[in-house]
């Protein structure tokens, strides 16, 4: 079993900056990509970013220029960097992580989500 624990998000103003964190632990023997998605009341999960353990990264275009997806492989740890955060980023912010484990099954694997509120 792994779990995912994000932390880092809260109510920011326009303009502002949020790190968000995700660790993930249990029986892992390798972590392969591993990401951030976010939700919006009434719309559907959007990947925001996604990092491989190559880190390789791929962002989605709203969000170019404004977020930093990295890694730190050792810890099973991956962070997204949000500058110049604007009211469109509110949302609820899942991390997502394809793990292998040690019997050398593949899962993916998602975190609760930590509300991010971007607002006057």
């Known amino acids: 079993q792994v779990q995912l624990v994000e932390s880092g998000g809260g109510l920011v103003q326009p303009g502002g900056s949020l790190r968000l964190s995700c660790v993930a632990s249990?029986?892992?023997?390798?972590?392969?990509?591993m990401g951030w998605y976010r939700q919006a009341p009434g719309s559907q999960r959007e990947l925001v970013a996604r990092?491989?353990?190559?880190?390789?990264?791929t962002y989605d275009d709203s969000v170019k220029g404004r977020f930093t997806i990295s890694r730190y492989n050792a810890k099973n740890t991956v962070y997204l960097q949000m500058n110049s955060l604007n009211p469109e980023d509110t949302a609820v912010y899942y991390c997502?992580?394809?793990?292998?484990?040690?019997?050398?099954?593949?899962?993916?694997?998602w975190g609760q989500g930590t509300q991010v509120t971007v607002s006057l």
């Open positions: 997502s992580a394809t793990i292998t484990h040690i019997s050398c099954s593949t899962t993916n694997y």
């Open positions: 990092i491989t353990s190559g880190g390789t990264t």
């Open positions: 249990g029986s892992i023997f390798s972590s392969n990509t």
